[in-house]
């Protein structure tokens, strides 16, 4: 008889129901139960069988599901009458948790077919598909322990959840429309509006109303995407101006909407199904849904609902995240802004809210933006042993991280800022997770900013706490995702963290491994005036940039002599001047000059402007001066050619084009350097700026071509949202 226990992603994924028949086929009698470690099987029959099983078990598992490790077990034969699904062992072990997975094929014929009585069935799901991670209570995952408990089954689901032939065999979230959630619409004043939910919102959408739809992670703010008229008015009521809405549409419509690939249809139609953000088309959409952007980010309907709601002449409809400026998803309605003319919402509660998550199309491959729904909980694998501990994060786009044993949970994100508005979702995300996976935390790491939520969260909880530089933290996520731990050259380029010198660094190269960093090169550090009224106001950086450089600001536009005296007062005193050497404020600064974004409304608006100028083809255009100053690459003649270039009427794309170039060069040259003194060849690239397509691309063939073998973020962001991953690692580096 052999025991196999198996651990990774193996609940709620139709594992039990796939060894059943995988048994049952092999002739094999004992049982399959989900433990709190994973799955535990038991079978006998003769070597033949036993081996196939063992065999298909690798390598035949459902496609939702991840085997971490199998261990098999001999014991002598015990007596079995058949094979049975048993009930989940209780035990003290850690299991995974799997993310929520988008309608499967089957699933949705059946909803589509006038003949199923799930037909037109909000809810319909099958062990290869649904709500998951957003539907959990506690672990093993069974039906009680999720907001599934309070529906009855009706015969029919049961004879089919209790039918381990059958594709809903414990689907713990299986229902129809006898017994299971139902949809509900309800007026601006929440009260309910008679008549068929589905049919009055897909109207009321074609009419421009404004509609909260209840999703799998959260709520979405819905409009028709194809007029101006409920996008503006979308945009006023949630003040947001000018930041990217996301859209959903069909398969067969995406190509009107943005050049796609068939590899990125494959990813929109993955489990997860993601955002994906893509060269636009211009067309059918308003323009008023990504202004000034070349690209959208568009995502397949992924719940049930959604299919239903796209349906004849309801193609695109706008869906971005329910949620007050700088809040937490909504969950409920009572967490929504109130700026709905109507709430599509159901009674299956969301216990854990969960984002879209988002990608953006780039070579030599797709850049993770926000790691989040279809991902989530889904820990990764680390090959050095880890305690028990916790890291914090930073600030923007905020997520936390805890580790155990070989396994790093990322937190979902949990808001744009580290806002108090955050801070209960923060802890109530944090307590979940502690209990599922059983980590009591032995030790913390947190960000070198001491004003941070994050930090002081880490601060209160009273155990031996490490503060992680942003910047090492940042090359060490890339570090981790890829297993390295020998010593790299690692460039960090991003808007601000503070450095160890009480500087805001944000244009690092290192050299650094898991547990230190020696700061080689970085852009000089140059005024901030005011702080954060200067990050708000590009133009006011490149005012004082070029005044610190004793350069014309006559060229400058939209800033006023007030605001000028402002900051020659603010640069003479050293009065609320912060130094930074940040990589964003220089993309804000020539942004200002190009006179693109003088003002911003979302975090990187400046940087993305001049970002989207740039044509693709920047290595034919030659680099600016630069030259370097010890560890600073000065960038006064940069500046001054640009003026110049402004001054002669150059167009602006060429002086984007040129600028992109320089940063290549520069940052080639400085590692180049770095090869020469260290004999390191490995290269990671991190931080934010590495959402730049241009930047991204150019940056590591260009390395390559220079034979340096090159490391990038692919599973998670190069953005804040993996620094907690980062500080993870070196937290547990410097404990040992
Ligand atoms: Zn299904
Ligand atoms: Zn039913």
């Avoid at 319909?124 to 991670?133: D, E, L, Q, S, V």
């Avoid at 979308?234 to 000018?242: A, E, M």
């Amino acid at each position: 008889m052999y025991i196999i226990n198996i651990n990774g992603i193996v609940q709620g994924v139709g594992f039990r129901p796939f060894v059943y028949k995988l048994a049952y086929n092999n002739n094999l009698k004992g049982y399959v139960r989900n433990s709190s470690q994973g799955v535990e099987i038991a079978v006998t029959g003769d070597e033949i069988s036993l081996n196939n099983f063992l065999k298909q078990l690798k390598n035949n598992s459902p496609e939702a599901s991840i085997i971490d490790t199998m261990i098999v077990t001999t014991l002598p034969d015990s007596n079995f009458d058949s094979f049975q699904i048993l009930p989940s062992l209780i035990d003290s072990g850690i299991t995974h948790i799997s993310p929520d997975l988008a309608l499967c094929p089957d699933c949705l014929a059946e909803m589509n077919s006038t003949t199923d009585p799930r037909h037109e069935y909000s809810f319909i799901n099958c062990t290869n598909c649904g709500p998951r991670y957003s539907i959990i209570k506690s672990l093993p995952y069974d039906r009680p322990a999720t907001s599934m408990g309070k529906f009855e089954m009706c015969d029919y689901c049961s004879g089919e959840y209790s039918d381990p032939l059958n594709r809903r065999f414990h689907a713990q979230p299986v229902a129809c429309s006898e017994c299971g959630p139902r949809l509900q619409l309800l007026d601006c004043h929440k009260n309910p509006v008679p008549g068929d939910p589905l049919s009055l919102t897909r109207k009321l959408l074609k009419q421009g109303n404004i509609i909260a739809i209840k999703g799998i992670g959260g709520f979405h703010l819905a409009c028709l995407a194809t007029d101006d008229d409920p996008v503006n008015t979308l945009r006023n009521r949630k003040q947001r101006p000018h930041k990217p809405f996301a859209v959903m549409g069909r398969k067969e419509d995406l190509d009107k909407i943005v050049a796609v690939k068939p590899e990125d249809i494959q990813l929109l139609q993955s489990p997860a199904a993601p955002i994906l953000i893509l060269p636009s088309t211009g067309k059918y959409i308003s323009q008023l849904v990504a202004p000034a952007n070349p690209s959208l980010g568009i995502f397949l309907p992924y719940a049930p609902l959604h299919h239903l709601l796209l349906q004849d002449d309801l193609r695109f409809l706008v869906m971005t995240s329910g949620n007050f400026h700088d809040h937490p998803i909504a969950a409920c309605i009572d967490e929504l802004p109130p700026i709905c003319d109507y709430y599509l919402t159901h009674n299956r509660e969301i216990l854990n809210r969960c984002d879209d998550s988002v990608i953006r199309a780039a070579q030599p491959h797709n850049i993770m933006i926000r790691r989040s729904r279809g991902y989530i909980p889904t820990p990764l694998s680390s090959d050095q042993i880890l305690s028990d501990s916790f890291a914090a994060g930073a600030a923007m786009k905020l997520t936390f991280a805890l580790a155990a044993r070989n396994s790093i949970f990322l937190s979902p994100y949990i808001a744009n800022n580290d806002t108090l508005n955050s801070l209960d979702f923060y802890q109530e995300t944090y307590n979940k997770f502690c209990h599922w996976f059983k980590i009591h935390p032995k030790f913390a790491a947190c960000d070198l900013q001491p004003d941070f939520m994050s930090t002081r969260f880490a601060e209160k909880l009273d155990i031996p706490l490490y503060r992680i530089q942003h910047h090492h933290a940042h090359i060490v996520a890339v570090m981790a995702e890829h297993q390295l731990d020998e010593p790299v050259i690692g460039i960090a380029y991003d808007g601000t963290g503070l450095g160890d010198d009480g500087i805001i660094w944000g244009s690092e190269i290192m050299i650094a491994d898991c547990l230190s960093y020696q700061n080689k090169f970085h852009l000089e550090p140059l005024p901030l005036p005011g702080g954060d009224a200067a990050i708000k106001k590009p133009i006011r950086i490149a005012y004082a940039w070029l005044r610190q450089n004793m350069l014309d600001t006559d060229l400058l536009n939209n800033i006023s002599d007030f605001e000028k005296n402002i900051i020659t007062r603010q640069l003479a005193s050293n009065l609320n001047v912060f130094s930074t050497s940040s990589m964003g404020r220089l993309f804000d600064c020539v942004s200002a000059m190009l006179d693109l974004v003088t003002q911003i409304s979302f975090d990187a608006q400046a940087a993305m402007a001049l970002e989207f100028i740039c044509p693709e083809n920047i290595m034919d255009y030659p680099p600016y001066e630069y030259y370097f100053d010890q560890q600073n690459i000065k960038i006064k003649p940069l500046l001054k050619n640009i003026s110049h270039d402004l001054h002669q009427n150059i167009p602006h794309h060429i002086i984007s084009a040129r600028f992109h170039r320089t940063i290549i060069e520069f940052t080639l040259q400085a590692v180049i350097l770095l090869r020469k003194e260290s004999s390191i060849n490995n290269v990671v690239l991190a931080g934010g700026v590495m959402q730049n397509r241009i930047i991204f691309s150019n940056l590591i063939s260009l390395l390559k071509r220079n034979n340096f073998t090159v490391f990038t973020p692919r599973l998670f962001p190069p953005n804040d949202s993996s620094i907690a991953l980062g500080q993870i690692i070196i937290a547990n580096n410097l404990d040992k």
